[in-house]
């Protein structure tokens, strides 16, 4: 089989997992690599074995012999980046969150569609081993009917600062950085429902802890600590669906708890679980309640998921294989988003269009 010769548009933090995850695939060579920061693209290029580095995206997809590109640019870039791609005749792997909002989201899977290639979006915690397993119990139907997922993402002192906290570059804080993937992981879990409302509330009351000694934390590869930090602090949502289901959501990047916290816990007819810290699995056997634990590997294996997320486009691509993180997906994921900081804007529910 002909190797999908691919380009990876953005050399930041995320990149290194996208590009090792490439690399472990017999099918894939990674054949062109693209910056604004041209020595760190040429660096990445060099580490990869990449034969071709670029300043500028257009040029690269005008001309390279490339299949595919990874979009893991700033937040405010992907929409644009991606429409090209795709009217290039490029499929596209885009890191999330999709878009800045969903008309942008809308504006990409506009173009996936007229262009007839692969739009696919990043939502990687899908690809880890416990949320698979947890899937294949509920569609299995051990669980009943999921009827409401609360769920969080709260660290006590994370601001990633640089272009994360500059509005106008990211799209907001940690909902959309954060609470992404915890709204996704969830609608994952309940098959999909279609969202019909939207409550919620933002917060800018702590700042960006930036002055904190004694700890350290993880920082955007542009990071300075320049003072600009115009999103929020903390997040909070209720998504109600269609089917009458729910799911409750708290995000934060500073807070003052007393450590990082994410959980994300399933209500069901016949059982419930928790995902995160652990998997386990609750219901009731021979009328003693039963608490059920598999044997896994603890923690997040980035390099792990990340294969499995990039395999799953490689296949998609070349083998024509149903894609689980369509576009379809991120217009939902970002409407449901926008509605939360509408609400915490007007103070009012907003219904899901």
């Not at 997809?61 to 005749?89: F, P, Q, R």
Request: proline share 3%; aromatic share 8%; with cysteine.
């Amino acid at each position: 089989m002909k190797k999908m010769k691919v380009g990876i548009i953005g050399t930041g933090n995320l990149a290194e997992l996208h590009m090792k995850a490439y690399r472990k695939n017999p099918d894939v060579e990674i054949v062109a690599v693209c910056d604004f920061n041209l020595e760190r693209a040429k660096q990445r290029a060099e580490q990869f074995g990449a034969k071709e580095v670029y300043q500028d995206y257009k040029d690269m997809l005008s001309k390279s012999d490339i299949d595919a590109v990874s979009v893991i640019t700033w937040n405010n870039t992907h929409a644009e980046i991606t429409v090209n791609a795709l009217n290039a005749g490029k499929h596209v792997l885009c890191e999330k969150p999709p878009a800045l909002n969903a008309l942008q989201a809308l504006e990409m899977e506009k173009a996936s569609q007229s262009a007839g290639k692969l739009l696919m979006f990043g939502f990687v915690r899908r690809f880890e081993e416990k949320a698979k397993l947890l899937k294949q119990k509920i569609d299995d139907g051990e669980l009943g009917d999921i009827y409401y997922i609360k769920t969080g993402y709260l660290r006590r002192t994370g601001n990633p600062g640089g272009w994360f906290a500059n509005k106008k570059i990211s799209g907001g804080g940690p909902l959309i950085d954060l609470g992404v993937h915890m709204v996704d992981l969830a609608m994952f879990l309940m098959n999909k429902p279609k969202p019909v409302s939207v409550f919620g509330a933002t917060f800018n009351k702590v700042g960006n802890m930036a002055n904190i000694k004694g700890v350290s934390a993880w920082k955007a590869a542009d990071y300075r600590n320049d003072g600009i930090n115009d999103v929020e602090d903390m997040a909070v949502g209720i998504i109600k669906f269609e089917n009458g289901s729910c799911i409750h959501l708290e995000t934060s990047w500073t807070s003052h708890i007393k450590k990082d916290v994410t959980y994300l816990e399933v209500f069901g007819s016949k059982g419930g679980a928790s995902l995160e810290p652990e998997l386990e699995s609750y219901t009731a056997d021979r009328s003693y309640l039963t608490d059920i634990k598999p044997v896994l590997k603890s923690g997040f294996d980035f390099d792990a998921c990340f294969s499995e997320e990039i395999d799953h486009f490689v296949d998609c691509v070349l083998r024509g294989t149903p894609c689980t993180c369509s576009a379809k997906d991120g217009v939902t994921i970002m409407k449901i988003l926008d509605a939360i900081y509408a609400s915490s804007e007007t103070g009012q529910l907003i219904e899901v269009k």
